[in-house]
C-alpha cells in the first residue's frame, strides 16, 4: 500500500507539473499573437475603429495579458528554493480566482457574433471602471489637506469627464443609448458563466471553480476545512489536532480549468484577428477634442 500511495502521488506531481508548465507556456502563444496587427479587413480591425480612441483590441489583450502573467506567476510560485515542487495550501486559488476573471472579461467581450454587442459590453466595461476609480480616489484623500483634497478631485473630475465623453462618442457612432452601458455591467458571475458557455469548457466548469477559488482569497472556515487536505493528530474532546495540506488533485483541476479559459480567450482573440468584417459600414466616431 505504501509503495502505491507514493507512485500516486509521484504521478499527480507530475500532472500537476505539466498544468504549470503549460500556464507558463502561455506567454509565448501571448507575445505571437500581439505582435502582429489585425489583418485590415478583419472582425478585431473594424471593431477597433468602431471604438476608437478606446480600441477595443487594447482593452482585450491588457485582459489577456494580466490572465497569462497570473498563470506565469503560478508557475513561479511552486517552486521552492532547491527547485523542487512545493505546493501551497491557500495561495494559488486567489490568482486562480483573478485568471478566470481577466479571461472571462475578454471571452465576454468577444463572444457576442455582432459588433454592437461587443461595441456595447465594451462601454459596460469602460463605464464601470469609472464607478471603482471614482470610490479609489475618494477613498485615498483621507486625512489629507483641504486644498490638496479639492486640487486631486479636479484632477480625477478632468480624467472622468474626458473618459465619459469618449463613451459617448463611441456609443453615438453605434447606435447605442447611454441607458444601455451606464450601470449595466453585470455580476462577475454573469461574465464568468457566460464566458465558459463554449463547447470546450464542460457544464458550469468555469463557475463552479471561480465560486471554489473565490472562496479562498477571503478566510472562510467551512471552505478551508473542506477542501484542504487534513491529517489529525489527536483531538481533546472535540476539538481536533492536525495539519492541513494541499489536495493536489483538486489543484490540478482548478489550475488546469483556469488556463484553459486563458488559452481559449487567445484563440476567441486570433479567429477574429483573421476573420473577415462581414458587417459594413463601420462607424467612426467622432473624437471629441480635449
Not at 9 to 20: G, K, R, S, T, W
Not at 200 to 208: G, I, N, Y
Not at 217 to 240: I, K, Q, W, Y
Not at 263 to 290: F, H, I, M
Request: a positive charge; hydrophobic letters at 40%.
Amino acid at each position: 500500500m505504501g509503495g502505491t500511495l507514493i507512485h500516486e502521488q509521484q504521478d499527480l506531481a507530475a500532472v500537476f507539473e505539466e498544468v504549470v508548465r503549460r500556464q507558463d507556456a502561455l506567454r509565448d502563444a501571448y507575445d505571437r499573437l500581439q505582435r502582429p496587427p489585425a489583418q485590415a479587413r478583419s472582425v478585431i480591425a473594424a471593431d477597433n475603429q468602431a471604438t476608437n480612441p478606446m480600441q477595443l483590441e487594447r482593452f482585450i489583450s491588457y485582459c489577456i495579458m494580466q490572465a497569462v502573467d497570473l498563470g506565469r506567476s503560478m508557475h513561479s510560485m511552486v517552486r521552492a528554493e532547491d527547485g523542487t515542487l512545493q505546493l501551497p495550501i491557500m495561495a494559488l486559488y486567489p490568482l486562480v480566482r483573478a485568471q478566470i476573471e481577466s479571461a472571462s472579461m475578454a471571452m465576454w467581450v468577444l463572444a457576442p457574433p455582432d459588433r454592437r454587442t461587443r461595441v456595447l459590453r465594451r462601454l459596460q466595461a469602460g463605464h464601470d471602471e469609472l464607478i471603482h476609480e471614482r470610490a479609489l480616489t475618494k477613498s485615498a484623500l483621507s486625512g489629507r489637506a483641504v486644498s490638496e483634497v479639492n486640487s486631486l478631485l479636479r484632477q480625477e473630475a478632468r480624467r472622468q469627464k474626458r473618459h465619459k465623453a469618449y463613451l459617448r462618442a463611441i456609443a453615438t457612432a453605434n447606435s447605442i443609448k447611454p441607458d444601455e452601458y451606464e450601470n449595466t455591467f453585470p455580476t462577475w458571475e454573469t461574465v464568468v458563466r457566460e464566458a465558459g458557455q463554449v463547447p470546450k469548457l464542460r457544464d458550469d466548469a468555469l463557475v463552479v471553480v471561480w465560486r471554489l477559488a473565490s472562496g479562498f482569497t477571503h478566510p472562510s472556515f467551512r471552505r478551508g476545512a473542506s477542501v484542504p487536505e487534513f491529517s489529525g493528530l489527536d483531538s481533546d474532546g472535540n476539538v481536533l489536532r492536525g495539519t492541513l495540506s494541499t489536495k493536489t488533485e483538486w489543484m490540478i483541476s482548478v489550475v488546469s480549468i483556469a488556463g484553459r479559459a486563458t488559452g481559449l480567450a487567445l484563440e476567441r482573440w486570433r479567429d477574429l484577428k483573421l476573420q473577415v468584417n462581414g458587417e459594413r459600414p463601420v462607424p467612426a466616431p467622432v473624437v471629441p477634442k480635449r
